[in-house]
């Protein structure tokens, strides 16, 4: 099985098929080049591989565990639903695996200072969890209305000695924080490392963040070898900028496995209401990348929305609008009020508290199930948990 086999590396201008490569200005051309060469050399570097092992089993908590979800596969009748736990990995969803990694290789790079952007919180309180024990210097990003949404994080990234820096400019969300935090990035070159936070923007970032990601696929695979006498039907994910679902997706690339994605379908698919690229978006150019993108006529990005902040942006990852254009994957949405009621029979049937963006994947697969039988099994990714989401829960409660 080789790497290309799937056009699992971009090719070397950072495409995955048609999507991806590097729209950036000058300034940025040369940090980028340079970060590109440093991964490439670290990628096979046997310290920095046992190190990066060293703080997935000691510090995420890995191998997350692959659990059986049984009152939940009887209730549903049909396929039996599995559960890849990234909810249980430390600081509560998959975002710490990139954030490690990332981290780690900015240190090897010599830098001190890490800035990030973030939306849900998520990637932000990795970020400052991952800063902190690898003692750098942290600087987050964030929207002033995903502030407001997810208030806990910004408490949490402080109690671990970030900065959070409120964007109030544009639409104070996730693609406002991330132009500044390039900004930032550009002014302090020399002893700053600009971490992205899922498989999006300019090469290399999105092989970066796949390659930190993929252990989740690699793991998932194995575990279900252990139990079942036959490859999963299905691999489930949902997908905001795409990273926990390249991350599974990249286990059973050459498996006779269905890979779907699933985006917000917010309260329904017209312009502004939603966050489904690959269901009302069209190609264009997004912050550094070529990819779907919601935008309107005349190229403006146009504004998202979903009851899930992670998933809640304008441009998807380029390597999954390449396993789309290749047949290899296939991307459907599902809207607030599925994702929300999902994620209260989870809570009900399982003792688990999905994050909103997992419940996305969630509904899916409670439709889908009946449509195999017990001797099958279908994945799916529980990219997060759902503490950081009881308040939007209740307000939802109360609007109804
Ligand atoms: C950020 C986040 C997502 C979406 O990001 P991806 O890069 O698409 O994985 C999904 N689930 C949770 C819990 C998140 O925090």
């Not at 935090?181 to 020399?190: F, L, S």
């Not at 690229?277 to 990819?291: A, D, L, P, V, Y």
């Not at 009851?307 to 290899?328: C, F, Q, T, W």
Request: some cysteine; hydrophobic content about 40%; overall charge negative.
């Amino acid at each position: 099985m080789t790497e290309q086999q799937f056009n699992k590396l971009p090719d070397q201008n950072g495409y995955f098929g048609k999507y991806g490569g590097r729209f950036v200005p000058d300034t940025l051309m040369e940090p980028l080049i340079q970060l590109e060469k440093n991964y490439y050399s670290l990628k096979g570097d046997e310290n920095f591989q046992r190190d990066l092992l060293h703080f997935q089993k000691t510090f995420i908590g890995r191998p997350t565990p692959l659990y059986f979800a049984e009152n939940l596969s009887r209730k549903v009748g049909g396929a039996k639903i599995y559960f890849k736990r990234e909810d249980l990995a430390h600081t509560g969803a998959h975002k710490i695996n990139n954030a490690i990694g990332q981290i780690l290789l900015a240190k090897y790079m010599g830098k001190k200072r890490i800035v990030a952007e973030t939306g849900a919180g998520q990637h932000g309180v990795a970020t400052a969890a991952a800063s902190s024990v690898l003692v750098l210097d942290c600087l987050v990003y964030m929207g002033e209305k995903d502030m407001e949404r997810q208030q806990p994080n910004v408490e949490r990234m402080r109690l671990m000695g970030a900065e959070v820096q409120a964007v109030e400019s544009g639409s104070r969300t996730l693609k406002d924080a991330v132009s500044e935090a390039m900004r930032d990035w550009v002014t302090n070159i020399d002893d700053t490392y600009y971490l992205l936070g899922s498989s999006l923007g300019p090469h290399p970032y999105p092989l970066i963040v796949r390659d930190f990601q993929k252990v989740i696929g690699i793991e998932a695979r194995k575990q279900i070898m252990e139990v079942e006498t036959q490859m999963p039907a299905e691999v489930i994910a949902c997908l905001g900028g795409g990273s926990n679902a390249i991350g599974i997706f990249y286990g059973f690339m050459e498996d006779d496995v269905k890979l779907i994605g699933i985006e917000a379908g917010g309260s329904d698919i017209s312009p502004g209401q939603h966050a489904a690229r690959f269901s009302g978006g069209r190609i264009g150019i997004f912050q550094g990348m070529k990819t779907f993108v919601l935008q309107d006529q005349e190229g403006q990005i146009e504004l998202t929305s979903s009851i899930s902040a992670g998933l809640d942006y304008a441009g998807v990852g380029p390597e999954h609008a390449n396993l789309l254009d290749k047949g290899r994957a296939n991307y459907l949405y599902v809207n607030n009020v599925d994702a929300m009621e999902a994620l209260k029979i989870l809570c009900k049937e399982e003792g688990i508290i999905p994050a909103l963006e997992s419940a996305h994947a969630i509904a899916y697969v409670l439709k889908k199930a009946k449509e195999y039988d017990r001797s099958q099994s279908l994945i799916v990714n529980l990219s997060g948990r759902g503490d950081k989401d009881v308040s939007i829960i209740q307000d939802w409660k109360f609007k109804k």
